[in-house]
């Protein structure tokens, strides 16, 4: 009799510690999803993702389409070879000051890799209106960074933007918007 009461405590131990570790680890996930990068402070894709879906949900006929910028720093691969990853990193940290300091307020500017941003940009009333924002962030980059005293670098700014419609998801908008990059840098 007690051998069978000593599994049984042994199962709701073992179930017990099962559940605690699960926690654990969907408290891990969360904190990564609410973290911004490290690096910029900048919003990471998971968070870029929730506010693309509550700007999907609050847009409307009155409020224009949503925009979705997917930028690329051309050249940081070069920098990084030529000067090491700090380098690097610091030009990207300015890349991203700039490019918060070029959009409207109320736009969001995420970190979705090494060398890519997005930017989530909310009324926008026709394509013209995202190409001239486009045109605007890229000019941002006209003039060259300073990562660090002694280097300047003179890095582009590509962007491929994509207009939200009746049936666009987060995913759907970060991969047209991905794909219309992919266009701009190929022409």
């Known amino acids: 009799m007690d051998a069978i009461r000593l599994e049984e405590s042994q199962d709701v ?4 510690a099962a559940v605690v570790a699960a926690q654990r680890q969907f408290a891990q996930r969360l904190r990564q999803r609410t973290v911004p990068d490290p ?5 990471v894709r998971s968070l870029l993702v929730d506010r693309l879906e509550l700007a999907l949900a609050a847009a409307g006929p009155q409020s224009g389409r949503l925009a979705v910028l997917c930028c690329a720093l051309d050249g940081i691969g070069s920098l990084e070879d030529q000067h090491g990853p700090a380098v690097a990193d610091a030009a990207r940290a300015e ?30 009333g026709a394509a013209t209106d ?5 045109e605007r ?9 300073q990562p660090v005293p002694g ?8 962007a491929g933007v994509a207009l939200s419609g009746r049936a666009s998801s ?3 908008l970060l991969a047209a ?9 190929q022409a």
């Open 151 to 158: 280097v300047r670098a003179l890095l582009r700014l590509s």
């Open 130 to 134: 995202a190409q001239r924002l486009a």
């Open 13 to 16: 131990l073992v179930q017990s």
């Open 177 to 185: 918007a991905d794909e219309a990059l992919r266009s701009v840098r």
């Open 95 to 124: 890349a991203a000051r700039r490019l918060v300091a070029a959009v409207r307020q109320g736009d969001v500017v995420a970190r979705t890799s090494a060398q890519t941003f997005v930017l989530l940009c909310p009324g926008i």
């Open 137 to 145: 962030v890229a000019r941002a980059f006209d003039q060259p960074l």
């Open 170 to 172: 987060p995913e759907s």
């Open 39 to 43: 690096l910029t402070g900048l919003p």
